[in-house]
């Protein structure tokens, strides 16, 4: 059974830094496009970054020039890097894995993914 663990949430000012990970349990799935997703209460869960197997990447614009996704194959882990937070970055934030095979603007789509993580909180104050 796949397992996924976020790591890494919890509180900052705004300006300030975060660095989410995503522990995958299992090495039997598909190495296709892992994703961060997030859901702030109230509101749709949004994708914010891909990356396919290849280390092709998407963003949205949202994020774009502020968040960094990478991927660690060797260790089934996966990272957000978030830089200039601000409060509206304030939600609960997911890892996917097993979604399409290339980080195109599908790859933002949270139907595309099998599996999920349980969540971890971001919260950035002003």
């Known amino acids: 059974q796949v397992q996924l663990v976020e790591s890494g949430g919890g509180s900052v000012q705004s300006g300030g830094s975060l660095r989410l990970s995503c522990t995958v349990s299992?090495?039997?799935?598909?190495?296709?496009?892992m994703g961060w997703f997030r859901q702030a209460p109230g509101k749709e869960r949004e994708g914010l970054a891909a990356?396919?197997?290849?280390?092709?990447?998407k963003y949205a614009e949202s994020v774009n020039g502020r968040f960094t996704i990478s991927r660690d194959n060797a260790n089934n882990i996966l990272y957000l890097q978030m830089n200039r937070l601000k409060p509206e970055d304030t939600a609960m934030y997911y890892c996917?894995?097993?979604?399409?095979?290339?980080?195109?603007?599908?790859?933002?789509?949270?139907?595309?993914?099998?599996?999920w993580g349980q969540g971890t909180q971001v919260t950035v104050s002003s």
């Open positions: 299992t090495f039997s799935y598909n190495r296709y496009c």
């Open positions: 996917a894995i097993d979604g399409p095979r290339w980080a195109d603007s599908g790859s933002l789509r949270s139907a595309e993914y099998n599996y």
């Open positions: 990356i396919d197997e290849d280390g092709g990447s």
